[in-house]
T-cell receptor, first 114, second 110 residues
Framework: DAGVIQSPRHEVTEMGQEVTLRCKPISGHDYLFWYRQTMMRGLELLIYFNNNVPIDDSGMPEDRFSAKMPNASFSTLKIQPSEPRDSAVYFC????????????FGSGTRLTVV | QQQVKQSPQSLIVQKGGIPIINCAYENTAFDYFPWYQQFPGKGPALLIAIRPDVSEKKEGRFTISFNKSAKQFSLHIMDSQPGDSATYFCAAGERRQLTFGSGTQLTVLP
C-alpha cells in the first residue's frame, strides 16, 4: 500500500488566493482526518469524515476553510481567501474501524502564504 | 483547552541512555493512548499504543507505562540510538478522535 498520499508537498501562494490541498487515504480506511501543525499550536484537528460524511468540523478556524470528501478515495481542504496566518503544515490521516484506531498520516503539505 | 499535557519539551541523552517522555490527561473517557514519532519533513508515524486496561506494553526498545489512577502515561526508549532523534507526540483518543500532546524533541548524541 502506498500509504496516505497528499499533494502538493509544498505550496507558496499570495494572500487572497485560493488554495486547494488534496488527500488520498489508504484503501479500506473509513475515517479521514485533516490536521494543521504549527510551532505555536502543535497538531490541531480541523475536520474529520466517516464514510465520506463530515462528522466534526468544529476545528475549522473560520468560514474561509472548507473540506470535502466526494468519495472514499479523495478529499480536499480548501482555503479561500488565504491569509499569511494560514501558513502551516497540513496533514491528512486515515484510520480504519477497530479498537486500535491509530492514524496513518500522509507526508503533509507545507503551505506558505506571502 | 489543553487536554493532554506532555513533558519535557526537549530532551538530550547520550547513546544508550533511556529517555522518558511523560503525558498527563484529564478526560477519563479517553480509551486509546498512542505515541507517534515524527522526523523532519515527514508526517507523524504510529510507534506504539496502549489501552487503559493494560499497565505496560513493550514493543522492541519502546515501552509505554500507563497509570490509570494518576491519569498519566509515559514512553521509555531503551538503549537509545542517534536514529531515534525525532519529535515524539503522545495522544489520547475518544470516539476515534485523537488529541495530541505538544511534542518532545529528542536528541540522542552519538
Amino acid at each position: 500500500d502506498a500509504g496516505v498520499i497528499q499533494s502538493p508537498r509544498h505550496e507558496v501562494t499570495e494572500m487572497g488566493q485560493e488554495v486547494t490541498l488534496r488527500c488520498k487515504p489508504i484503501s479500506g480506511h473509513d475515517y479521514l482526518f485533516w490536521y494543521r501543525q504549527t510551532m505555536m499550536r502543535g497538531l490541531e484537528l480541523l475536520i474529520y469524515f466517516n464514510n465520506n460524511v463530515p462528522i466534526d468540523d468544529s476545528g475549522m478556524p473560520e468560514d474561509r476553510f472548507s473540506a470535502k470528501m466526494p468519495n472514499a478515495s479523495f478529499s480536499t481542504l480548501k482555503i479561500q481567501p488565504s491569509e499569511p496566518r494560514d501558513s502551516a503544515v497540513y496533514f491528512c490521516a486515515s484510520s480504519r474501524l477497530g479498537a486500535n484506531y491509530g492514524y496513518t498520516f500522509g507526508s503533509g503539505t507545507r503551505l506558505t502564504v506571502v | 483547552q489543553q487536554q493532554v499535557k506532555q513533558s519535557p519539551q526537549s530532551l538530550i541523552v547520550q547513546k544508550g541512555g533511556i529517555p522518558i517522555i511523560n503525558c498527563a490527561y484529564e478526560n477519563t473517557a479517553f480509551d486509546y493512548f498512542p505515541w507517534y514519532q515524527q522526523f523532519p519533513g515527514k508526517g507523524p508515524a504510529l510507534l506504539i499504543a496502549i489501552r487503559p486496561d493494560v499497565s505496560e506494553k513493550k514493543e522492541g526498545r519502546f515501552t509505554i507505562s500507563f497509570n490509570k489512577s494518576a491519569k498519566q502515561f509515559s514512553l521509555h526508549i531503551m538503549d537509545s540510538q542517534p536514529g531515534d532523534s525525532a519529535t515524539y507526540f503522545c495522544a489520547a483518543g475518544e470516539r476515534r478522535q485523537l488529541t495530541f500532546g505538544s511534542g518532545t524533541q529528542l536528541t540522542v548524541l552519538p
